[in-house]
T-cell receptor
Framework: NAGVTQTPKFRVLKTGQSMTLLCAQD?????MYWYRQDPGMGLRLIHY???????AKGEVPDGYNVSRLKKQNFLLGLESAAPSQTSVYFC???????????????????FGPGTRLTVL | KNQVEQSPQSLIILEGKNCTLQ??????????LRWYKQDTGRGPVSLTI?????NTKSNGRYTATLDADTKQSSLHITASQLSDSASYIC?????????????FGAGTQVVVTP
């Protein structure tokens, strides 16, 4: 199993350009997440999805859109990139949280390797 | 304000020595607490997970402790190795009947030197 993969690994954009980050998982997880990681701060949730065809906003959704057309894929889009969106983006996936009962390890989120995005 | 605070921000230790990382949280209601290891340029990987009823959990040379009353956790690394150089992130999950929202600490950067 490849686990969680992300494409691309690096990208440089100019302000105003658009791009899409692709996340794929082969663990048949229902839940998928997009985070951003900035220096000195914890990971912050951008958007998440509880299943194919559904998406929801996280903590910092502004400037981003997402789509989950297939269970194994979760796309993050930047319509008009801004320098404030320079960050490292991580995708994660998990089984449906809250159903593990005495097995909280089943809620574990598995992370991809990240995409380093620079917006000039 | 971040609900998960980690200390120190960074530390340097000699190979073979022990170290302890701290995590204080205010997340409530609390479901479980995880420690993740993040190597440079990689995504975080889960090391340990503890529920409110557990006060210690080991994974090889890593031992995590939890005091749910004082809302504190620690991660102890024994006999450090060069491969332990990484960022260690404390992650607290809100109660289990929510969708599983996680609160991430900013991490402690550990550098193990020869």
């Amino acid at each position: 199993n490849a686990g969680v993969t992300q494409t691309p690994k690096f990208r440089v954009l100019k302000t105003g350009q658009s791009m899409t980050l692709l996340c794929a998982q082969d663990m048949n997880h229902e839940y998928m997440y997009w985070y951003r990681q900035d220096p000195g701060m914890g990971l912050r949730l951008i958007h998440y999805s509880v299943g194919e065809g559904t998406t929801a906003k996280g903590e910092v959704p502004d400037g981003y859109n997402v789509s989950r057309l297939k269970k194994q894929n979760f796309l993050l889009g930047l319509e008009s990139a801004a320098p404030s969106q320079t960050s490292v983006y991580f995708c994660a996936s998990s089984y449906r949280p809250g159903t593990s009962g005495s097995r909280p390890s089943a809620d574990t989120q598995y992370f991809g390797p990240g995409t380093r995005l620079t917006v000039l | 304000k971040n609900q998960v605070e980690q200390s120190p921000q960074s530390l340097i230790i000699l190979e073979g020595k022990n170290c302890t990382l701290q995590c204080n949280y205010t997340v409530s209601p609390f479901s479980n607490l995880r420690w993740y290891k993040q190597d440079t340029g990689r995504g975080p990987v889960s090391l340990t997970i503890m529920t409110f009823s557990e006060n210690t959990k080991s994974n090889g040379r890593y031992t995590a402790t939890l005091d749910a009353d004082t809302k504190q956790s620690s991660l102890h690394i024994t006999a450090s190795q060069l491969s332990d150089s990484a960022s260690y992130i404390c992650v607290v999950s809100e109660r289990a009947d929510s969708w599983g929202k996680l609160q991430f600490g900013a991490g402690t950067q550990v550098v193990v030197t020869p």
